[in-house]
């Protein structure tokens, strides 16, 4: 779901996997809510970055674990009309032992 208000856009986003064969203590399903936010820099004029941020939880792998919580920054910029560039940083600051305390993810698009 997303609801805008002016240039800023508020996002909701729910999804559950299901999954088969996995070993008893895990969960044969596994939920994430992610809560965020995108606002186009440089707008109206310019549209063509935009950042992005939002809060996620996601359900524990293993049963009786508690469930991994936490916050990405990005931006996201049309190189061309076909190809756009995305880099984001984040941390999972609740959950698990094993959680990350950081992470980097990066990626181009291109339309064809």
Same mark, same amino acid.
């Given at each position: 779901m997303t609801r805008s208000f002016d240039r800023l856009s508020i996002h909701l986003n729910a999804g559950y996997e299901i999954l088969s064969g996995v070993p008893r203590e895990e969960r044969d399903g596994r939920y994430e809510i992610v809560l965020g936010a995108s606002y186009p820099v440089g707008a109206p004029r310019? @549209?063509? @970055? @935009?950042?992005?941020?939002?809060?996620f939880t996601e359900q524990s792998v293993r049963r009786g674990e508690s469930n991994v919580v936490g916050a990405e920054v990005g931006f996201r910029h049309q190189l061309t009309p076909r190809v756009v560039l995305d880099a984001g940083v984040g941390t999972e600051f609740a959950g698990p032992a094993d959680r990350s305390s950081f992470t980097f993810a990066t990626g181009i698009s291109i339309g064809f």
């Open positions: 310019y @549209t063509r @970055t @935009t950042l992005i941020a939002d809060v």
